[in-house]
């Protein structure tokens, strides 16, 4: 039931921003939290973000720390990815991820992000 459907992915030069979002269609209202991830070419999957649907804590990898915020809108079951300050390193494919009450875990199909230099 749950499908996560994420949008904003493109191309972009170096130091500038993008904005991703990742719509929970199929919520349950069991979302403990939400968060994103990315995999860069020939690496593995690396942790972003995350915000908890209730009360709205966050965390951040230090990669991504001071330059990327998440958000959410609990009324749209929607969370957000800002990101400023772009690299070429942050160049991936990003993931929305959520996590619900009873420790089950779900994914979106991925966006691309590009940064060229």
């Known amino acids: 039931q749950v499908q996560l459907v994420e949008s904003g992915g493109r191309l972009v030069q170096t130091g500038g921003s993008l904005r991703l979002s990742c719509a929970d269609a199929?919520?349950?209202?069991?979302?403990?939290?939400m968060g994103w991830f990315r995999q860069a070419p020939g690496k593995e999957r690396e942790f972003l973000t995350a915000?908890?649907?209730?009360?709205?804590?966050?965390n951040y990898a230090d990669s991504v720390k001071g330059r990327f915020t998440i958000s959410r809108d609990n009324a749209k079951n929607t969370v957000y990815l800002e990101m400023n300050s772009m690299r070429p390193e942050d160049t991936a494919i990003y993931y929305c991820?959520?996590?619900?009450?009873?420790?089950?875990?779900?994914w979106g199909q991925g966006t691309q992000v590009i940064v060229s230099s």
């Open positions: 199929g919520r349950t209202r069991t979302t403990y939290a």
């Open positions: 991820n959520v996590i619900d009450l009873y420790g089950q875990d779900y």
């Open positions: 915000i908890r649907w209730s009360g709205g804590a966050t």
